[in-house]
């Protein structure tokens, strides 16, 4: 036997049971943006790697990027992220739109990592954003959306948490401390990846960064310091709003919080499960300067992004992913035999025109037939043959109940509903 091609390293399958649970989650995630206003939207898949090299970061464009020159010699990337796709976007019809804007969007991505659990190099991702008010409501309703899709999907505060922070606030205690405005972006970067290094490892990286021994231990007491937030008014509002929208308990302070992206200036948060078991579910903040970065006029924004990995992994842990994969309105159609086909195609073609999703049948011994509609987890079975066309009648029968039923063929559709 030939051998079978593999698939490319680090990209996923999706079959119909996990297409269907992929479309369940588009479905909460459109249900939760939607709730709050925002209109859906997308854009390309290939982008000028500039885009990227103006504010994502060097790691992002140097090493995590699929780059590659098209057949003109350009520099081609596949998009890492979307939000410098949304600033171009919006920097090119600037003029033209009604701010502040209120977008969603769910599509693929790459980057070039190593695959591991919850990391994968091809992934889909829930992107909303709202651009245009530089309101501490702005910041506030990203996180109320976040909260609304954990309520959506089964998650709980005793589940998941927004870990909120503020990189405006941690700028001016890195300067109580006495960290220049030099050394500042490279103590930042280290935060982001406190978590993600040994202890001894960190403290050599931020000694090396500039920064002494005591100014070292400053830095560990900002992250043990819960209380911190109070020295940010916009926080202290951002919580204060968040209470009253009733999504305060999904909310809690955690100064560690930077958001390794450059161009996140203010507000920053991320999602985790409580148990910590997952990378970051989901992660975003306030962006003052992208629109402006790639040719527009300055137009703030706030917004995140969530991969469909780790959310799936994390709804799979807490047993939240639906079981049942088949749309209740599908339906099984039995063909009886050869003579009864015309009248069973009829009927199949009315209610799929009534809104209902028909699995036609081969010709087969019924009982057969039977057992393939169970296999493929359709719940309810339709059967017409030569005494049921006679009297006008359809028979229904429920798999799951194995109640059977003899209903008027004109009362067919009603009784279905």
Known sequence: MSKIIQKVKGTQDFYPEEMAKRQWLIEKLRVASEAFGYSQYDGPCLEQIELYAAKSGEELVKEQAF?????????????????PTLSRMVASKQNQLTFPLRWWSFGPFWRYERPQKGRTREFFQWNIDQ?????????AELLAVAARFFREVGLTPEHVQLHVNDRELMNDELTIIGVTDEKKPDVLRLIDRLDKLPGDVW???????GLNEYQLADLKALFENKDLWRNSERLVNVFKILE???ESAYISYDP??????????GVVFEAHDTKGEFRAILGGGHYADLVADVGGKPAPGVGFAMGDVVILLVLETYGLLPSDTIDPKT???????EDCLAATLTLTAELRQAGFKVVLSEIDRLGKQ????DRIGVKRVLVLGPSEIEKGLVVVKDLVSGD????????LITFLS
């Open 203 to 209: 403290d050599q990286l931020v000694l090396e960064a």
């Open 244 to 246: 009253e929208l009733g």
């Open 67 to 83: 780059v590659f020159e098209d057949r003109g010699g350009d520099p081609i990337t596949l998009r890492p992220e979307l939000t």
């Open 256 to 265: 560690r919080i930077i958001r390794g992206l450059d161009y996140y200036t």
């Open 370 to 373: 039977f057992r393939y509609a």
């Open 131 to 139: 651009i245009g008010s530089d309101s501490v409501l702005a910041d």
């Open 404 to 411: 059977q039923q003899e209903v008027q063929r004109k009362d």
């Open 331 to 337: 339906l099984f159609m039995t063909v009886f035999d």
